[in-house]
């Protein structure tokens, strides 16, 4: 299940927090900004192969609408203009460039379970990637990934390559109320309160597979957290608001390179 944030009184007074809008039409602008930003970090990690991959935020006003990158286009070259608003019957309503249909199957379907979701990314990274062969949940081996101790899914059922509305309402099904889930087979996909949250998660995830499969050439036995403070730190470090925090010197770093972020 999914942390909680704590009460705001439990909280740093001079912690940043989500900003507030006046108008559909600003918080549309920030959201698509984001969104850019975040594809040009997944882009300095690595996490592109090829033309798949993608992230998604539900529209602030339409809710059963998502933005989403346009299929083929560069991480490191996205740009808020580039955006595609997309139905969840597929359609593209705003954007001249095709869509991922793998995205469309995908996402619509969490979209449309998990209405607390307001942005998800799924990409082929190679650690991701690499630990969703073994078919196996990660384990509580580090402080950072006990974020995901009980709160990850694993989606078993590989059958191809998403293009069908019911793989991925099965993919939403085993996702259920957790922050993320390993697609056995291909990859990661993480869920968030915001494109921070979500983005983080996604970030995050995929540094702990690598841990593990680190880890794991050694030879040695992994020496595993206890259940007692494993829940402990998730509930430190798990939280909506914790993991929009993380990702704020990411965003930091990028919105001071990019002009169109700036103004």
Same mark, same amino acid.
């Given at each position: !299940?999914?942390?909680?944030?704590?009460?705001?009184?439990?909280?740093?007074?001079?912690?940043?927090?989500?900003?507030?809008?006046?108008? !559909?039409?600003?918080?549309?602008?920030?959201?698509?900004?984001?969104?850019?930003?975040?594809?040009?970090?997944?882009?300095?990690?690595?996490?592109?192969?090829?033309?798949?991959?993608?992230?998604?935020?539900?529209?602030?006003?339409?809710?059963?609408?998502?933005?989403?990158?346009?299929?083929?286009?560069?991480?490191?070259?996205?740009?808020?203009?580039?955006?595609?608003?997309?139905?969840?019957?597929?359609?593209?309503?705003?954007?001249?460039?095709?869509?991922?249909?793998?995205?469309?199957?995908?996402? *619509?379907?969490?979209?449309?379970?998990?209405?607390?979701?307001?942005?998800?990314?799924?990409?082929?990274?190679?650690?991701?990637?690499?630990? *969703?062969?073994?078919?196996?949940?990660?384990?509580?081996?580090?402080?950072?990934?006990?974020?995901?101790?009980?709160?990850?899914?694993?989606? *078993?059922?590989?059958?191809?390559?998403?293009?069908?509305?019911?793989?991925?309402?099965?993919?939403?099904?085993?996702?259920?109320?957790?922050?993320?889930?390993?697609?056995?087979?291909?990859?990661?996909?993480?869920?968030?309160?915001?494109?921070?949250?979500?983005?983080?998660?996604?970030?995050? !995830?995929?540094?702990?597979?690598?841990?593990?499969?680190?880890? !794991?050439?050694?030879?040695?036995?992994?020496?595993?957290? *206890?259940?007692?403070?494993?829940?402990?730190?998730?509930?430190?470090?798990?939280?909506?608001?914790?993991?929009?925090?993380?990702?704020?010197?990411?965003?930091?770093?990028?919105?001071?390179?990019?002009?169109?972020?700036?103004?």
């Amino acid at each position: !299940m999914a942390v909680p944030n704590p009460p705001l009184e439990m909280l740093p007074d001079d912690l940043p927090l989500p900003p507030k809008f006046e108008t !559909m039409e600003a918080e549309r602008a920030y959201l698509k900004k984001k969104l850019s930003g975040a594809f040009r970090i997944f882009g300095r990690f690595g996490f592109s192969e090829g033309v798949a991959g993608h992230i998604t935020v539900r529209d602030p006003e339409l809710e059963d609408h998502f933005w989403v990158n346009p299929f083929g286009v560069s991480f490191n070259q996205m740009r808020p203009e580039l955006l595609l608003l997309v139905n969840h019957q597929g359609e593209v309503v705003k954007g001249s460039l095709p869509v991922n249909r793998a995205a469309f199957a995908i996402h *619509s379907q969490i979209h449309a379970a998990r209405p607390d979701v307001i942005a998800a990314a799924h990409t082929h990274s190679v650690y991701g990637k690499s630990f *969703s062969t073994l078919g196996q949940k990660l384990a509580p081996i580090t402080q950072d990934v006990c974020a995901f101790y009980e709160d990850h899914a694993l989606f *078993s059922d590989y059958t191809g390559i998403v293009n069908e509305l019911e793989e991925g309402s099965r993919i939403a099904e085993s996702l259920g109320d957790y922050k993320a889930a390993i697609l056995q087979n291909h990859g990661l996909i993480t869920v968030g309160h915001s494109i921070d949250e979500a983005a983080w998660w996604f970030i995050t !995830m995929e540094r702990s597979c690598q841990a593990q499969l680190l880890a !794991m050439q050694t030879g040695q036995p992994l020496v595993e957290i *206890s259940h007692e403070v494993a829940m402990k730190t998730r509930a430190e470090l798990g939280f909506p608001i914790a993991g929009y925090f993380q990702f704020q010197p990411l965003w930091q770093d990028i919105a001071a390179e990019l002009d169109f972020i700036r103004t």
